[in-house]
């Protein structure tokens, strides 16, 4: 029997989701003058706002518990070749576990920390529509080079 190892699953996920060479240089470019002209924080701010914008134009499918709502999210971001996103309950929240998201690729490594607003913007606006509007998402770590970031929905 043969094995893949983690290593080269992650590799072939990550080659599949980069971002196209036409695009590379140019979002670099973009992702180094946001940093230029705005604070972290600021940058953060914006992307949330253009993940919330985001959501509100790719909206789920209806999701009756937890499952159906993260088959829901990921059929959105399997179509855009976006990643995958794993929601789990834990006594601090709801843990939200995307991988493989192509930002990092995108706009470059040092631009991890601000991009992961984008994905915070994403969740925090289905998780609205879905009926947790009262809860806030909050970025535990941010967007590493492969893409992956970890999140939680809390109390407000």
């Known amino acids: 029997m043969h094995h893949t190892s983690t290593a080269a699953i992650d590799t072939h ?14 979002l670099h470019a973009l992702g180094q003058e946001f940093a230029a002209a705005l604070s972290a ?11 919330v914008r985001f959501a509100a134009q790719h909206p789920l499918n209806p999701s009756e518990n937890v499952t159906e ?10 179509a855009l ?16 576990q995307h991988r493989f998201s192509p930002l990092v690729a995108a706009l470059g490594e040092t631009e991890g920390s601000w991009a992961t607003g984008f994905l915070q913007g994403v969740y925090q606006q289905w ?12 970025t535990i770590s941010a967007l590493d080079a492969l893409g992956n970031a970890h999140l939680r929905l809390v109390t407000a």
Do not use: H, K, S
């Not at 070749?81 to 939200?96: C, N, S, Y």
């Not at 998780?127 to 909050?138: E, H, I, K, P, Y």
């Open 41 to 51: 924080q600021d940058l953060a701010t914006l992307m949330a706002r253009i993940g």
């Open 81 to 96: 070749d976006w990643g995958q996103v794993e929601l789990a309950q834990a006594p601090a929240g709801m843990e939200i």
């Open 13 to 26: 996920q990550v080659q599949r989701l980069q971002c196209q060479r036409q695009w590379r240089g140019f």
């Open 69 to 78: 709502l993260q088959q829901a999210m990921n059929a959105v971001w399997d």
């Open 127 to 138: 998780f609205d529509a879905a009926g947790a509007a009262g809860l806030r998402v909050q």
